[in-house]
């Protein structure tokens, strides 16, 4: 019996490579999703039998984890059983990137949700070509706007430190 739920239609997403397919279609997309972010780039030995407090079902939920061992376990390509977890950061950034811009998030939210959350750097330049077929979000009405407000003062500070620096510029120059 598959957990794995249904996608949303609005959303066109990239195949998970590797392992990570596998799981994706044996247990769902965001099981798979936590499973890359969890154990992306390393090697990950999958047991038979999945007890509630193994790091896999500590990632993806003990009733997943028990899906996945009873498929993958101690079958792994590697010498000792164990499964090479592809990165996946491409697919990842793809996937998460439109989904948070289909759910009406701007450029700017949508790279700081990748980057504190995820742990994948990104840049709104990338997130605006990887959601350029998305229509635009609409903007909140209660939101205030910050377009048209006035540039704030310069800093005292960094004006005093160019000044201090002028004057050392002034004395150097005479003596």
Known sequence: MSTARRPDPRIRRRRLPGLLGQIEDLVGYEAAERFAVTFGGQEVYIPVVCPAGHPIAKAIGHRRAREVCAVFGRQGPLANGSYSVPVAD???????????RLAGKSRN?????LRARYGLVSTTTAVSQLTSDLPRPEPDPAAPDHRHRAPPPPDPTLWEYGALLAARRQRAAKG
């Open 90 to 100: 491409v697919e990842l950034k793809w996937n998460i990137a439109r989904a948070l």
């Open 109 to 113: 939210e949508i790279v700081r949700t």
